[in-house]
C-alpha cells in the first residue's frame, strides 16, 4: 500500500510517527496521523482547525483520562521515549485508516493516495477511535470539512 502514497503521504505518516514520538507513545494512532495532517495550511482550513489547537487539545484529553483513573497529573507534559524507534508500530485504527485510504482514492480513480485522502479516511472513523475522538473535542463539523476536502480534489 505505501507504494501508492504521494510525498505528502509519506510525509505525513512519517510526521505522525515523529508526534507519536514526541507525546511518549509507543505506537502511531490516528489521532497522530490528524496532528500531522493539520500542519498542511490547505488541511487545516478544510477542517477548520489549527495544528497548535489540535494539540493541545490531544494533550487535554490525555490529561482527563490519565484524571478519570485517580492520577494526579497535574502540569501533565507528555515526554517523549528517550530513543524513538524508526519502526514504529500502527494501531488497528491506523492500519484501517490507511487502507480506507484506497478506497478514497480509488472513488476518485486517483492512481495515487494523498494526505487528502488520509485526512478522508479519519474523518470516517469513528469514536472511540483517537482522531474521532480527538475531532468531536475539536467541535468539528465532519460533513462540511468533508465537503470542503472533496472540493479540493
Known sequence: MFETLTQSARTTVEDARHEA???GDRRLGTD???????HEEELARAVGVD????AEAADQLDRDALTAIGLDVGTFCPTAHAAASKRVPLTAGAKAALQQTLVSAAAE???TVTSRHILL?????REPDSAATLLTALAVDRHAARDRLIALA
Request: glycine share 0%; no cysteine; hydrophobic share 60%.
Open 32 to 38: 497522530h496521523l490528524l496532528l500531522a495532517l493539520l
Open 21 to 23: 514520538a514526541r507525546r
Open 109 to 111: 480513480k486517483a492512481r
Open 51 to 54: 495544528a497548535t489547537s489540535a
Open 121 to 125: 479516511a479519519l474523518l470516517d472513523r
